[in-house]
Nanobody, 121 residues
Framework: QVQLVESGGGLVQAGGSLRLSCAASGNIFSIRAMGWYRQAPGNQRESVATITSGGATTYADSVKGRFTISRDNAKNTVYLQMNSLKPEDTAVYYC???????????????WGQGTLVTVSS
């Protein structure tokens, strides 16, 4: 069993910052990639940022230059540093790991429970 636990969401004013964390625990053999997704009311879920096992990163155009994804491999943790927050960043943020478990033959996706980020104007 592998679980992801998210933390760091909350209420901030426009222009403020938040740092989200997502820690994986359980029977992990290897991690191929980590990522952050978000979904706002009335909107589809979108990819925010990803990081591969090799360290390559991608960002949505809407957050590029403001958000930074990073990881701590020793702690099986991924972070999302969010600066210069805007009201349109308001959403539930979900982390996702692509994981191979012990004795597993393939990689699979594991999702966090979601954490709410609210940015007031």
């Amino acid at each position: 069993q592998v679980q992801l636990v998210e933390s760091g969401g909350g209420l901030v004013q426009a222009g403020g910052s938040l740092r989200l964390s997502c820690a994986a625990s359980g029977n992990i053999f290897s991690i191929r990639a980590m990522g952050w997704y978000r979904q706002a009311p009335g909107n589809q879920r979108e990819s925010v940022a990803t990081i591969t096992s090799g360290g390559a990163t991608t960002y949505a155009d809407s957050v590029k230059g403001r958000f930074t994804i990073s990881r701590d491999n020793a702690k099986n943790t991924v972070y999302l540093q969010m600066n210069s927050l805007k009201p349109e960043d308001t959403a539930v943020y979900y982390c996702r790991f692509t994981i191979r478990t012990m004795y597993g033959l393939e990689y699979r996706e594991v999702w966090g429970q979601g954490t709410l980020v609210t940015v007031s104007s």
